[in-house]
């Protein structure tokens, strides 16, 4: 009887090719999820973000992505521990075809976001390595597109990539793995992110933080005039920077008829804060009074989502430092009614201003927070976990 052999897939690549494709991707997956994990709340903006978006460009669809976005958090952390794991798993070759295919789905599901975010200009900064490493939309888009091609040659030089195993010591690697990532992300959750690469950092002067660095180029832009001569009614487009060096403003009968939306013609450096911004319940700007003196921002972004424990904590911080050399101040995005409401119930004598929401989620990742300054650098930062006392406060160098 003859027998029949199953035929074996072609396999691309030398064995030491596929094995160091297969470290590279693994690491960066561990790498990219490690950092997002770190703080799986600017993930969950990030998630918003596209939610937003996606509902506005697909309104047949905004009730769909609406609904999303209270979820985003858990899906925040569903997405990093993923990318983790499966990098373990690529690392370890545990389940390896089960392995790839989920990796597959992974970055398909990236490089559209990335592809999106490049191609409309859409959630311009996809946080793909957090707030550690910023790159452009057709940056991520670009590591994503290799990524995907490496993990389609990784599929097609699988049987190269050593023995498909489940085994007990390798599965025990793989869950350990998902234990500790989920650890990471409740920790960060609920405290602080384990590094912060925030420009609000312990030690960060956000002065400072809100200039240009020296000898930085900002972006350049260029507005468009169309031009019109009075006596001929002949038209034409030139730039601001024409117009003024022409010296066409010196003739009277060349007169301006429409002017175009300012457009980017060089992309330059941004300061790491670009919009910090305190004002009172009627518009006034009082942003550099929060940089004067050493000043306590306790951060309540949203006061009817916030950790009402937490809220019960800061009437005693806020009294025990009357009198002292440090003025508490609250900073909220709420709306005036709300918060006073919220005041009352508290009894919080501090006074309240207003920020951005988004502003105030990159300043402190927890609802509430606190943030101790000196002449605007940051002394210390706690989460709504745990808040501190005012002895704990006046501890510091002030």
Same mark, same amino acid.
């Given at each position: 009887?003859?027998?029949?052999?199953?035929?074996?897939?072609?396999?691309?690549?030398?064995?030491?090719?596929?094995?160091?494709?297969?470290?590279?991707?693994?690491?960066?997956?561990?790498?990219?999820?490690?950092?997002?994990?770190?703080?799986?709340?600017? @993930?969950?903006?990030?998630?918003?973000?596209?939610?937003?978006?996606?509902?506005?460009?697909?309104?047949?669809?905004?009730?769909?992505?609406? #609904?999303?976005? $209270?979820?985003?958090?858990?899906?925040?952390?569903?997405?990093?521990?993923? =990318?983790?794991?499966?990098?373990?798993?690529? !690392?370890?070759?545990?389940?390896?075809? #089960?392995?790839l295919w989920v990796l597959l789905g992974l970055i398909v599901f990236f490089t559209f976001l990335t592809f999106y975010s490049a191609w409309f200009?859409?959630?311009?900064?996809?946080?793909?390595?957090?707030?550690?490493?910023?790159?452009?939309?057709?940056?991520?888009?670009?590591?994503?597109?290799?990524?995907?091609?490496?993990?389609?040659?990784?599929?097609?030089? &699988?049987?190269?990539?050593?023995? =498909?195993?489940?085994?007990?010591?390798?599965? #025990?690697?793989?869950?350990?793995?998902?234990? #500790?990532?989920?650890?990471?992300?409740?920790?960060?959750?609920?405290?602080?992110?384990?590094? *912060?690469?925030?420009?609000?950092?312990?030690?960060?002067?956000?002065? =400072?933080?809100?200039?240009?660095? $020296?000898?930085?180029?900002?972006?350049?832009?260029?507005?468009?005039?169309?031009?019109?001569?009075?006596?001929?009614?002949?038209?034409?487009?030139?730039?601001?920077?024409?117009?003024?060096?022409?010296?066409i403003w010196k003739d009277a009968n060349w007169q301006i008829a429409a002017t175009a939306e300012p457009r980017l013609v060089k992309k330059g450096?941004?300061?790491?804060?670009?919009?910090?911004?305190?004002?009172?319940?009627?518009?006034?700007?009082?942003?550099? =009074?929060?940089?004067?003196?050493?000043?306590?921002?306790?951060?309540?972004?949203?006061?009817?989502?916030?950790?009402?424990?937490?809220?019960?904590?800061?009437?005693?911080?806020?009294?025990?430092?009357?009198?002292?050399?440090? @003025?508490?101040?609250?900073? @909220?995005?709420? *709306?005036?009614a709300t918060f006073e409401a919220f005041r009352h119930e508290f009894q919080w004598s501090a006074p309240y201003y207003f920020t951005d929401a988004?502003?105030?989620?990159?300043?402190? &990742?927890?609802? $509430?927070?606190?943030?101790?300054?000196?002449?605007?650098?940051?002394?210390?930062?706690?989460?709504?976990?745990?808040?501190?006392?005012?002895?704990?406060?006046?501890?510091? $160098? !002030?």
């Amino acid at each position: 009887m003859k027998t029949i052999t199953k035929k074996q897939p072609k396999s691309v690549g030398s064995p030491v090719a596929v094995t160091v494709v297969r470290l590279f991707v693994g690491v960066l997956f561990i790498f990219s999820g490690l950092i997002k994990l770190n703080d799986p709340v600017g @993930t969950q903006i990030k998630l918003t973000e596209y939610f937003e978006v996606f509902a506005a460009d697909l309104p047949a669809l905004g009730g769909l992505f609406h #609904a999303l976005i $209270p979820l985003a958090l858990g899906l925040a952390v569903v997405l990093c521990v993923a =990318e983790v794991v499966l990098g373990v798993a690529l !690392l370890v070759r545990y389940r390896l075809r #089960a392995t790839l295919w989920v990796l597959l789905g992974l970055i398909v599901f990236f490089t559209f976001l990335t592809f999106y975010s490049a191609w409309f200009n859409k959630v311009t900064d996809c946080g793909c390595f957090g707030d550690a490493i910023k790159l452009t939309p057709w940056q991520s888009f670009g590591k994503d597109v290799l990524l995907l091609g490496l993990i389609l040659w990784l599929f097609a030089g &699988r049987n190269r990539l050593g023995a =498909e195993t489940g085994s007990r010591a390798r599965a #025990a690697v793989v869950w350990g793995s998902v234990l #500790a990532s989920v650890a990471v992300a409740v920790y960060a959750i609920f405290y602080l992110p384990v590094i *912060d690469f925030l420009p609000y950092k312990k030690g960060a002067s956000i002065p =400072e933080n809100m200039k240009l660095p $020296p000898g930085a180029t900002p972006d350049v832009y260029e507005t468009l005039y169309t031009m019109k001569h009075a006596k001929t009614g002949e038209q034409k487009e030139i730039s601001d920077k024409t117009y003024i060096d022409s010296g066409i403003w010196k003739d009277a009968n060349w007169q301006i008829a429409a002017t175009a939306e300012p457009r980017l013609v060089k992309k330059g450096v941004k300061p790491k804060i670009t919009d910090f911004a305190v004002h009172t319940a009627d518009g006034q700007d009082i942003t550099q =009074e929060v940089f004067k003196g050493n000043k306590l921002l306790i951060v309540i972004a949203d006061a009817q989502k916030s950790n009402k424990a937490s809220l019960a904590k800061i009437g005693d911080l806020v009294k025990g430092l009357a009198g002292k050399n440090v @003025t508490p101040l609250f900073l @909220t995005a709420t *709306d005036e009614a709300t918060f006073e409401a919220f005041r009352h119930e508290f009894q919080w004598s501090a006074p309240y201003y207003f920020t951005d929401a988004t502003v105030l989620k990159t300043m402190v &990742r927890t609802n $509430p927070g606190a943030l101790l300054l000196k002449d605007g650098t940051v002394l210390d930062k706690w989460p709504a976990a745990a808040l501190p006392a005012a002895e704990t406060v006046l501890k510091h $160098p !002030l």
